[in-house]
């Protein structure tokens, strides 16, 4: 089955710690993204990578990083200098062959909880 | 301005209607345009993608795209209540892949 997956699908932070989020696909898709969804609101960009060892900062990256050693893979720390962190986490991915012209697939999320 | 506008709603339609969700964004080097459905604490998934201007139809499902106007919506005929969702919108602008998100417009379809 191909896909994205995400872990944990829960995840709770003490104030003052790193936490990692795991995206991992098996898509073989060149680009991968992480957004945050606060409630009620859209997709706010945090990072994003087209090729592995290389990777963008999107509109809210503070707080936030980023390493993309395998294709398959693109990790997201959130660092204790996210001062509100909590949120729904999103990876997605997309082809780069063809243009822009292609969907981005969603992993299910991880929710991110600051205790 | 923000880069991909959308009514937040919540719009509300009667079972059998047709509900009519907007989009206009401000770059006007936009190429690609999607519609993602998302239900309440899961995961984006695509009801439609659109190039080129005019309608695309899928099903129930119709993507217009005006690109002069820099508007795309998403008609969705026969509306059932199963469709009620977040809709969101998103634009790829040309020669990258960074896809900007609108915040979504809540759609509320009544049995």
């Known amino acids: 089955d191909g896909g994205i997956t995400q872990s944990p699908k829960y995840l709770f932070r003490k104030e003052g710690q790193n936490v990692t989020l795991s995206c991992e696909q098996n898509?073989?898709?060149?680009?991968m993204y992480w957004y945050r969804q606060d409630p009620g609101q859209g997709l706010r960009l945090i990072y994003y990578?087209?090729?592995?060892?290389?990777?963008q900062k999107g509109d809210i990256a503070e707080g936030y990083s980023v390493s993309r050693e395998k294709k398959e893979s693109f990790p997201l720390t959130v660092t204790s200098a996210q001062k509100n962190p909590t949120a729904f986490y999103l990876c997605?991915?997309?082809?780069?062959?063809?243009?822009?012209?292609?969907?981005?697939?969603f992993g299910p999320g991880t929710r991110l909880t600051v205790l | 301005q923000k880069e991909v506008e959308q009514n937040s709603g919540p719009l509300s339609v009667p079972e059998g209607a047709i509900a009519s969700l907007n989009c206009t964004y401000s770059?006007?080097?936009?190429?690609?345009f999607f519609w993602y459905r998302q239900y309440s604490g899961k995961s984006p998934e695509l009801i439609m993608f659109?190039?080129?201007?005019g309608d695309k139809e899928d099903g129930r499902f119709t993507a217009q795209l005006n690109k002069a106007s820099q508007y795309v919506s998403l008609l969705i005929r026969d509306s059932q209540p199963s469709d009620s969702a977040t809709y969101l919108c998103?634009?790829?602008?040309?020669?990258?892949?960074?896809?900007?998100f609108g915040t979504g417009t809540r759609l509320k379809v009544l049995a």
């Open positions: 997605a991915s997309t082809t780069t062959s063809g243009g822009s012209y292609n969907e981005q697939f």
């Open positions: 898509l073989n898709h060149d680009a």
């Open positions: 990578s087209q090729i592995v060892n290389d990777f």
């Open positions: 770059d006007r080097g936009s190429q690609s």
């Open positions: 659109i190039y080129s201007n």
């Open positions: 998103a634009v790829v602008t040309s020669g990258t892949y960074k896809y900007i």
